[in-house]
């Protein structure tokens, strides 16, 4: 591609930035204006027209995905493979430097990432070494102190207490965390941006060599950077590189994590003869689309100020819909899609956008319901959440004490002071006695097998889970479940995490005692349901969702997401669901100084995400922790104009939704051949199972079944010779 064409499909402003010579370049606009596309046209323009070697350029994005698309985008247009270059997430390329100088930083030469579940069992690990008890001092919080810390770069030395006996605590964990990740070889994430920093500036040669290398350093989503982020890439820069950073004040939602606006502002300062461009023509969206995002971010203060407008047509209002409760909203979604499908488009174009990570289980159970194929992007579908899986595994044990998976679980979670070393024993007498670990903890407290500790520990928790069935089993499902989540002690210990996660996490489990409380056996399991307790059929339930499998990456599939995760992509179909206050704006949100704002520019992001049609619903009824809640619309749709959006009402007469029919089970939708979700089949060779999934009809029907002993296996209808059970 010669220079031209990489100019040609750019606008003046767009253009100008791209080739601009200057050494410092802010390139600062308005959702959908072309940042990303500047961006990758300027390293195209480097290296096609400027001959600069692609070896010298580091440009950094906001998710893997995203520096895998900049990479082919830019490999297409220079039409060969851009070797040499380094693109990536800040975390990526801090990787890819330590391992490269691993001795410099420090480190062994096979170290390894913790995740944060790791880092979270190191924590408590030294916390115990500590005899800090972890009541008084939750692992989590020292948790998100140090990982605070790490983000404004801060080593347990250069921490101040001034006396404080919380911080002096924290910093001692802090300590002998170092340390424990020292023994152990082991990095967590922040510290991989932490090392890279210290890296280059505990290491003028090596600062020297990359200064020399990197001529050219690009960003996408500045806003979004933090202050360890800014001070590596501040090194990286001297009178040798070029810099450019591109990015959107408004865009910025990141704060709770340590994101820091200001570091936009903090650049031009450090950067006094940077260029600064703006590009004022939005590509993305419908000029309707447009004008809600402008009208809504209009109510924050202190923006750095930008115009964005479109040449683009006018395109569909805004729909609003305002549905019963969250079952019929999610209907609605689900009824959306298959119109927009059935109308010849993919479902690849549609997002499902909510504010809050328990939305989605409700959504999910409408897609499945429909058999639209769907991905959760950036997350975990909700069966398959930690503090789900936890919370199920106490239930599981209720139900059959045997169930050594479950015990694994949480025989220690949320700790009680039994280490590994008391399980392997734990373990081991199951293997001699061969019976399940139930079984052998149950000996090893009679016999006293256990050190006393130990011991005791364990007696509590047999104790527990005995307690939880015998005391609740005549209360229906939804109170066991609540009664569950907190006598495990799981709600307070999830609590304890801080921040938007441990918000999410409480979130799902109230959630989780909504599903509960609309759980219909009958529905649900329909052959099996005679002898299973609700517990037990609400319990097959969840396994069966679990066991679904997500859309495969190349199936077109509608992507739901948090608003957080949707940040840099479009689609032509948007529904942001649960527009409603306190769930957005978050509750949590209105108690923080500055929390409003940043949800605003949540909306702000959500609805600049649409190109076509942009659909916002809310439930006039919403189950929170199983109570009955009657929201109100959020803000953000009032301070849309009127003439923008179309309300769509449900038409109470005609569907008002029928109390009792559980609309959460996939169940009971005819499949092919008259096979229908959930029911229970045998297989000549692989013996029981249930069927979870099934695709295509007539010779082409495949079906997807979970059996008892084989697991899942996908079959040919037509030659799996199936029996109903
Ligand atoms: P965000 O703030 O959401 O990250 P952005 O500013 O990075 O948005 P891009 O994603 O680069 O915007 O561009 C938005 C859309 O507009 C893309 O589909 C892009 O291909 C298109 N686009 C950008 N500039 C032009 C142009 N000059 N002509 C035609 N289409 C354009
Ligand atoms: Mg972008």
């Not at 995002?293 to 964005?308: E, P, T, Y």
Request: net charge negative.
């Amino acid at each position: 591609m010669d220079a031209s064409s990489i100019i040609q499909p750019l606008n003046d402003a767009q253009k100008e930035a791209v080739t601009a010579p200057n050494k410092a370049l802010l390139v600062l606009a308005g959702a959908g204006s072309g940042k990303t596309r500047v961006l990758v046209h300027r390293i195209a323009w480097l290296v096609q027209v400027e001959r600069v070697s692609a070896h010298s350029i580091l440009a950094v994005t906001f998710t893997n995905k995203a520096a895998k698309e900049m990479l082919g985008r830019v490999e297409d247009m220079l039409a060969m493979p851009a070797r040499g270059m380094w693109i990536g997430t800040f975390h990526s390329i801090a990787h890819r430097l330590l391992r490269a100088h691993y001795r410099d930083a420090g480190l062994p030469e096979g170290f390894q990432i913790l995740d944060a579940q790791d880092q979270l069992r190191v924590i408590k690990r030294v916390m115990k070494e500590l005899n800090l008890d972890d009541n008084e001092w939750p692992p989590k919080q020292a948790q998100w102190f140090i990982n605070a810390k790490k983000d404004d770069g801060l080593r347990p030395g250069d921490i101040h207490h001034h006396g404080d006996f919380f911080v002096s605590t924290m910093v001692k964990v802090y300590y002998a965390y170092e340390e424990a990740c020292k023994r152990g070889g082991l990095v967590d994430f922040n510290e991989l941006l932490l090392r890279a920093y210290e890296l280059w500036a505990n290491n003028p040669h090596l600062l020297k060599h990359y200064q020399d290398r990197f001529q050219h350093i690009l960003v996408d989503e500045f806003q979004d950077t933090n202050a360890i982020q800014y001070a590596w890439i501040r090194l990286l820069c001297n009178d040798n590189n070029r810099i450019t950073i591109v990015g959107d004040d408004d865009q910025s939602i990141y704060g709770w994590r340590g994101a820091r606006i200001e570091n936009i502002q903090q650049f031009e300062k450090d950067f006094p003869d940077c260029k600064v461009s703006r590009l004022e023509q939005n590509y993305r969206s419908t000029s309707t689309i447009l004008k809600a995002a402008n009208a809504v971010i209009a109510n924050n203060q202190d923006r750095m100020g930008k115009s964005l407008w479109t040449e683009g047509n006018e395109g569909e209002p805004i729909i609003l819909y305002s549905a019963f409760n969250e079952q019929e909203e999610a209907r609605f979604i689900a009824a959306r899609i298959e119109d927009w499908v059935q109308q010849g488009n993919s479902y690849d174009d549609i997002a499902i956008l909510y504010r809050s990570n328990a939305q989605s289980r409700i959504l999910e159970d409408a897609m499945l319901q429909k058999g639209i194929p769907y991905r959760i992007y950036g997350g975990l579908r909700f069966f398959e959440r930690a503090e789900i899986k936890d919370t199920l595994a106490y239930m599981r044990l209720m139900a059959n004490r045997d169930d050594d998976t479950s015990f694994e679980r949480v025989v220690n979670q949320p700790a009680r002071g039994l280490g590994e070393k008391s399980v392997d024993m734990i373990r081991m007498q199951a293997r001699q006695d061969e019976t399940s670990l139930w079984q052998a903890a149950s000996k090893m407290v009679v016999e006293q097998l256990l050190p006393p500790r130990a011991k005791n520990a364990l007696a509590g928790f047999l104790h527990l889970v005995n307690e939880l069935e015998t005391s609740t089993a005549e209360l229906d499902l939804w109170e066991q479940t609540d009664i569950v989540i907190e006598h495990s002690g799981l709600l307070e210990m999830y609590s304890k995490e801080k921040g938007e996660k441990g918000q999410a996490r409480k979130e799902n489990l109230q959630e989780l005692v909504n599903a509960t409380r609309e759980f219909d056996p009958d529905e649900a399991i329909p052959d099996e349901t005679p002898d299973m307790t609700p517990l037990q059929a609400f319990i097959a339930h969840a396994t069966l969702e679990a066991g679904e499998t997500q859309a495969d990456e190349y199936q077109e599939s509608v992507q739901m997401m948090t608003l957080h995760s949707a940040k840099g992509l479009e689609f032509p179909l948007v529904f942001i669901a649960g527009v409603e206050e306190k769930l957005f704006p978050h509750q949590m949100s209105l108690d923080e100084p500055g929390g409003l704002e940043e949800e605003r520019r949540l909306a702000y992001v959500g609805i600049t995400r649409a190109m076509k049609q942009l659909y916002l619903t809310f439930a006039e009824k919403r189950r929170i922790f199983g109570r009955e809640t009657y929201p109100q619309q959020s803000r953000f749709i009032r301070e849309i104009p009127d003439e923008l959006l179309t309300e769509v009402r449900l038409n109470t007469q005609v569907q008002r939704p029928v109390f009792n029919r559980s609309p959460k089970s996939p169940i009971q939708r005819k499949g092919p051949e008259g096979f229908y979700l959930g029911q229970l089949v045998k297989h000549p060779k692989f013996g029981k199972g249930i069927i979870i999934n099934y695709e295509g009809d007539g010779p082409q029907a495949s079906v997807q079944i979970n059996f008892e002993k084989e697991g899942l296996k996908k079959l040919m209808l037509a030659y799996a010779k199936l029996e109903p059970v």
